[in-house]
């Protein structure tokens, strides 16, 4: 039996297991700021520059405002609407770049319940990330979301 050897199954490229849990550490912050409604909070986590792509958007958000902006109106339709929103990350994947960036890739389910109302599954995405270090912080200079079903 022949066994691809890509990239993706190289083990060498494996970020340590310290470097791997403040990564998980840092997406769950970052999901349960965007969950919890504080914009602000959650655009703080991009770079300035930050590009953030979805495959539901006819342009990418450019800069960190342009993301809190748009973090501002989803929060705002959402608490009308009088909807819980959640995002689960799994599968996680966390691979160093040599000028010491990381390129992530999870599954990502998004989730909504209506007050009173059944979960309902919203999306389910792929969600590649390029994070760069600012102090002893990690942002998200690059974000890009492939939802499932979507014509690409």
Not at 46 to 65: C, K, Q
Not at 102 to 113: C, E, I, K, V
């Amino acid at each position: 039996m022949n066994t691809p050897t890509t990239d993706a199954m190289r083990t060498d490229s494996f970020v340590s297991a310290e470097l791997y849990t403040q990564v998980q550490q840092f997406y769950a912050r970052q999901m349960g700021l965007i969950d919890d409604r504080f914009p602000e909070e959650w655009a703080a986590t991009f770079t300035e520059e930050a590009v953030f792509e979805e495959a539901s958007r006819i342009d990418p958000l450019h800069g960190r405002e342009a993301i809190a902006a748009s973090c501002r109106a989803r929060a705002e339709r959402l608490e009308a609407e009088q909807i819980d929103f959640r995002h689960w990350l799994a599968m996680l994947d966390v691979r160093p770049q040599p000028d010491g960036t990381l390129r992530t890739r999870a599954y990502a389910l998004a989730m909504r319940t209506g007050r009173g109302g059944p979960l309902d599954i919203f999306a389910s995405v792929v969600c590649r990330d390029e994070l760069v270090r600012s102090g002893e912080l990690w942002l998200v200079r690059h974000r890009e979301l492939q939802h499932d079903g979507v014509e690409r």
